[in-house]
C-alpha cells in the first residue's frame, strides 16, 4: 500500500499543508523542532487516529486553534481510499471513502504502518506498559476485532477497579463475580489473539535479527502471559486481595514480553546497541508480518533513527525495506544517508513550511 498524499489544517505547527509523497522514498530534511516529527506524526494520526508520542489529544490541534484535520489518498490493491480524520474539543470523525465510520475499529487499518522513533529504543528496555501499548497498537492495525476487544476489556477492569475502591466490608462477592465475566469475556480473546501475534512476529523477527546481525545473534520472544491458566479463576482466588488493595491484580493489562538472545534476556544482559537492534528487528519484522496478514505491505515511517543505527546495519535496514515498502525518514543531516537510491523525494522543513527538492 502506498499514501499518494496528505493535506493538513492546523496539525501542530502546520497551519495548511499539502504534500504529494514519492511511492518509494521520501526524505525530509531539517534542522531541530522545525517540524519533521510532526509530519510522520500526521501520518501516523491519520492512519491510527492517534498519535505515537503523546496521548493528550489537544497538544496536536495548533496552538489557538480548536479543531485540526488531516486527510490523504491511500493506494491498495482493491484501489484509491481517500481518509479524513478530523479533531476537536468534542473528540475525532473517521471517514473512510467520504462515508464516517462510526467504530473505530471499522477504520483502523485503512492505512497500514509501522513507525521507527526514538521512543521505540525502549522498547526492550523500557517498561511493561511500553510492550503492552505495542502489543496494543501493532495488533489493533490488523486486527479490528483485537481494538473492539481491548476497548471492552479496559472498560470492565475501569467499572471492575471503580467498585474496588469502595470500603472492603462493603463489596459483595456476588457482583464483584459479575464483574469478573466481563472481564474474561473479553480478556481471554486479548489473551489468545496476543498469543498469535507474538509467535508469528517471533518467527519474522528471527529471521531479520539473524540477517542484521549476520548470522551471530539468534533472538527469541517470549509473551509473558499475567494468567498463567484459567482466567476466571484466577480473578475469583485475588478477591480477598484485590478488596484490601482496591485494584485487579491479574489479567492481561499485566502481561508483558521478554527478548531473548542466544539464551540470555536482552533487558539484563544486552548492550546498548542490542537493544536497539532488537527494537528494529521487531518493527522490521512486522512489514512481513503485516503483509501475511494483510495482503498488502504497510507503509515505514523512520523518524531520525538514521543516525542511531550503525553503518552496515543501516544499509540493510534501508535496502531490506525499500523493495517492499513506501518509506518517510526524517533526519537533521545527510551525513548517515550516503548510500540512498537517486529516486526519491526530498524536502526541506523550516519552521513549518515544507518545500521539495529535486
Ligand atoms: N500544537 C502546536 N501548535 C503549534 N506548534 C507546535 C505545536 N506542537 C508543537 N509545535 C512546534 O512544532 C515544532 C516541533 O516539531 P517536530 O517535533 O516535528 O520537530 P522535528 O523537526 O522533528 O525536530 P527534532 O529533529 O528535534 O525531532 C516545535 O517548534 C514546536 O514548537
Do not use: C
Not at 465475566?181 to 496476543?194: N, P, S
Not at 538472545?261 to 533487558?267: F, K, L, P, S, T
Request: no cysteine.
Amino acid at each position: 500500500m502506498k499514501l499518494n498524499q496528505i493535506q493538513l489544517t492546523n496539525f501542530r505547527n502546520y497551519e495548511q499543508l499539502s504534500l504529494d509523497f514519492h511511492p518509494q522514498l521520501n526524505l525530509f530534511l531539517g534542522e531541530n523542532a522545525q517540524g519533521k516529527t510532526n509530519i510522520l506524526e500526521a501520518i501516523y494520526f491519520l492512519a491510527l487516529t492517534r498519535s505515537h508520542r503523546t496521548s493528550h489529544d489537544k497538544e496536536l490541534i495548533r496552538w489557538s486553534e480548536s479543531e485540526l484535520r488531516v486527510s490523504g489518498v491511500v493506494e491498495k490493491n482493491e484501489g484509491r481510499v481517500p481518509l479524513e480524520v478530523t479533531l476537536n474539543s468534542k473528540g475525532r470523525i473517521a471517514k473512510a471513502n467520504h462515508l464516517k465510520e462510526n467504530r473505530l475499529a471499522d477504520y483502523i487499518g485503512q492505512l497500514n504502518l509501522i513507525m521507527f522513533a526514538p521512543e521505540n529504543l525502549d522498547l526492550v528496555k523500557g517498561a511493561p506498559s511500553v510492550r503492552r501499548r505495542f502489543m496494543d497498537m501493532e495488533l489493533g492495525q490488523i486486527r479490528p476485532v483485537y481494538l473492539y476487544d481491548s476497548v471492552r476489556y479496559n472498560r470492565a477492569l475501569k467499572e471492575r477497579n471503580a467498585y474496588l475502591k469502595f470500603d472492603a466490608s462493603k463489596i459483595d462477592p456476588q457482583l464483584l463475580a459479575v464483574l469478573d465475566e466481563q472481564l474474561v469475556i473479553h480478556g481471554e480473546k486479548l489473551i489468545a489473539e496476543r498469543a498469535t501475534f507474538i509467535e508469528k512476529l517471533g518467527t519474522y523477527a528471527q529471521a531479520v535479527h539473524a540477517q542484521l546481525t549476520h548470522g551471530k545473534e539468534r533472538l527469541t520472544l517470549i509473551y509473558e502471559k499475567n494468567v498463567k491458566n484459567d482466567f476466571l479463576s484466577a480473578l475469583t482466588e485475588r478477591h480477598e486481595l484485590d478488596r484490601f488493595r482496591h485494584q485487579t491484580s491479574v489479567g492481561p493489562h499485566r502481561d508483558d514480553l521478554t527478548f531473548v538472545i542466544n539464551d540470555r534476556n536482552v533487558a539484563d544482559f544486552g548492550s546498548q546497541g542490542q537493544q536497539r537492534t532488537v527494537a528494529l528487528s521487531v518493527k522490521l519484522a512486522e512489514i512481513d508480518l503485516i503483509f501475511e496478514e494483510t495482503g498488502e505491505y504497510p507503509i515505514l515511517l523512520l523518524d531520525d533513527v538514521m543516525s542511531e543505527l550503525d553503518h552496515t546495519r543501516q544499509l540493510d535496514l534501508i535496502q531490506t525495506s525499500l523493495g517492499k515498502t513506501q518509506t518517510f525518514i526524517t533526519t537533521t543531516s545527510l551525513e548517515h544517508l550516503k548510500n540512498m537510491p537517486h529516486d526519491l523525494a526530498r524536502f526541506t522543513v523550516e519552521r513549518g513550511k515544507i518545500s521539495k527538492n529535486d
